[in-house]
């Protein structure tokens, strides 16, 4: 059992190390593909590539080496030992961050950066504790993303913006302490 809570230790240490990552590396792939692939070619080590092309084998075609750690992120979110612990600002950030940076893109890459990262959001709508603790990050980087969203041309993407929105929208609406008919929370002027 000591070992099980020092390997969630380490994972939990590692974690903003990752969301780190995953965004820096997504900023450079958005700004300029070919340069990020090129680049990334030269500079990622051969075990990398190694476990890298293991990952791509298993689930993922067209996601650049450094983009692969959201494969990670999604897994961990569906794990019962660590889908409370790693719900973070930083995460709900870089949530949107995608959201917002892939509209209109329609590379295979970007679909399934964008595919992932809607997984990774239904995650986080199930979560009502996360979703009520984090509301103030939700409500500011992710409900303005999706309401764009729920107007996409691509139906999934369309139906996935919907339902997290209406998911989160449930969950805020019957909270007091977030939505109240005065107006008087901050959240809700």
Not at 38 to 43: G, L, R
Not at 84 to 95: G, M, Q
Not at 116 to 131: G, P, Q, S, W
Request: glycine fraction near 4%.
């Amino acid at each position: 059992q000591y070992c099980l809570l020092c390997l969630i230790d380490g994972v939990l240490e590692i974690i903003p190390k990752v969301l780190t990552q995953i965004k820096k590396d997504f900023n450079k792939y958005i700004k300029d593909p070919k340069a990020f692939d090129a680049e990334e070619e030269n500079t990622v080590s051969k075990a990398m590539k190694d476990a890298t092309r293991k990952i791509k084998t298993n689930k993922s075609e067209h996601l650049p080496a450094g983009m692969v750690l959201i494969i990670a992120v999604y897994d961990l979110l569906k794990s019962q030992l660590f889908k409370n612990k790693i719900i973070s600002k930083d995460l709900i950030v870089l949530i949107g961050l995608i959201l917002e940076k892939t509209e209109g893109l329609e590379s295979d890459t970007v679909i399934e950066i964008r595919n992932y990262n809607l997984l990774i959001l239904e995650n986080l709508c199930t979560n009502v504790k996360a979703i009520l603790v984090h509301n103030k990050a939700i409500v500011d980087h992710i409900l303005p993303c999706l309401i764009t969203r729920i107007q996409s041309s691509d139906p999934e993407t369309k139906f996935s913006c919907l339902k997290s929105f209406t998911d989160l929208i449930t969950q805020y609406l019957g909270d007091d302490k977030i939505y109240d008919a005065d107006g008087t929370q901050e959240t809700t002027k």
